[in-house]
């Protein structure tokens, strides 16, 4: 059969992206903050309810980007259950990272944890709003305000997720996005930072443009972090068509939730109570009274040609480059079983209903198998 992966760029009609080239190629503007450049900026900022943001190349040097804005230097509490670029910006930075453990239903930072990490030596906090879902932002933000230390969010996977009716990238001094092809809004490569004021967002804005205060001075220094504006415009279109492409994502969650409902072994993570979710992802967490354990089931869907990816494992903490950090040597229960347990089931636009009832279908009859043995 047709492979099914996992995720799939969504892809809007090519001619629709040919006026925005058409724009570009008369502007012989490719570059440096150009017209489609700040009008993704602007139109982001409405879209997602914010003030301050800023276009940048990619998650990555958004999350490297905001840290030095941050001006700090020593421990930045994180989790281990994240993609790697999360505590790879860390190290880049000259930063220390300090790994805390996790809540066993959210799969983000527990905020207990984090305080429990908390060190003279601590600058900052860095949670991952794990699969979409926010993380308790009130009580990290008491534990923040109680030390006196910033938090920065990573909001890679929480693009126009909203909690109690407000945008979850309020939270914090700043949060981050990637709009890698993978994410719900992507505009190839690229990313953004969402500052709390406009003083941060002039401080980020020369930071991605290596530190460049005015046309022939730097006064930091910074990296070449700009967005194309090729990217931007592909971003201006993606944005027209994300209403539709949420509304399909959240169709196929629901899907998958009535399907999958009542299966033993199978625990579905929830988005969370009052969250407008963007439904990103689809994780399941394959447990002890599923008839097969998490890598025996990816193994059969592997083999049926259904993309099923084991995200996040392994943990950061167990990746041959932290070896040598000695951050790396804790004690992550919770992370640890997750990582062991997890599956995100494919979840895309064009994903069609066959196809959800063809997955669903599966992990029902591995079920019905064993009851009938």
């Known amino acids: 059969m047709t492979p099914v992966y996992v995720t799939q760029p969504c892809m809007p009609p090519l001619a629709e992206f040919i006026p925005y080239l058409e724009t570009i190629w008369r502007n012989k503007w490719l570059s440096n903050a150009g017209p489609v450049h700040e009008q993704l900026e602007a139109e982001l900022a409405q879209y997602l309810g914010v003030e301050h943001i800023a276009l940048v190349a990619n998650g990555m040097i958004a999350l490297t980007i905001a840290l030095q804005a ?36 959210t799969c983000n930072l527990d905020p207990d944890a984090v305080e429990a990490a908390i060190t003279p030596h601590t600058v900052a906090i860095l949670p991952v709003h794990c699969f979409g879902r926010p993380c308790d932002t009130v009580r990290l933000a008491a534990i923040a305000e109680r030390h006196g230390i910033p938090i920065l969010y ?77 990217h931007a415009a592909f971003g201006l279109l993606q944005l027209r068509h994300l209403s539709a492409a949420l509304d399909r994502r959240g169709a196929i969650d629901d899907r998958y939730r009535r399907g999958l409902a009542g299966i033993p072994g199978l625990t579905i993570v929830p988005t969370g109570d009052d969250v407008l979710a963007n439904h990103g992802y689809f994780p399941i967490l ?16 592997t083999a049926k040609g259904i993309g099923a990816r084991r995200y996040f494992y392994p943990l950061i903490v167990d990746m041959p480059a932290y070896r040598g950090v000695p951050a790396a040597a804790v004690s992550v ?29 599966t992990l029902r009859e591995l079920v019905g198998d064993r009851k009938a043995a």
Not at 92 to 98: F, I, N
Not at 286 to 301: K, M, S, T
């Open 70 to 105: 941050l001006e700090i230097a020593g421990e930045v509490i994180t989790t281990p259950f994240s993609f790697v670029a999360t505590s790879n910006a860390i190290l880049a930075g000259g930063l220390k990272p300090v790994f805390a453990d996790v809540d066993p239903i």
């Open 286 to 301: 394959v447990e002890d009274a599923y008839p097969l354990d998490r890598d025996g089931l990816h193994r059969v869907l």
């Open 333 to 361: 229960p919770n992370a640890r079983r997750i990582a062991d347990r997890i599956l995100c089931l494919p979840i895309f636009p064009d994903l069609t209903d066959d196809i959800v009832d063809g997955i669903v279908g």
């Open 154 to 230: 990573d909001a890679a996977h929480a693009f126009a997720v909203r909690k109690s009716g407000a945008s979850v990238l309020r939270e914090g001094a700043m949060s981050t996005l990637s709009f890698h092809a993978t994410k719900v809004f992507s505009t190839c490569e690229g990313g953004a930072i969402v500052c709390r004021d406009k003083a941060l967002k002039d401080r980020v804005t020369s930071l991605r443009n290596f530190g460049f205060i005015d046309r022939e001075r730097t006064g930091m220094i910074g990296i070449n972090g700009k967005m194309s504006e090729v």
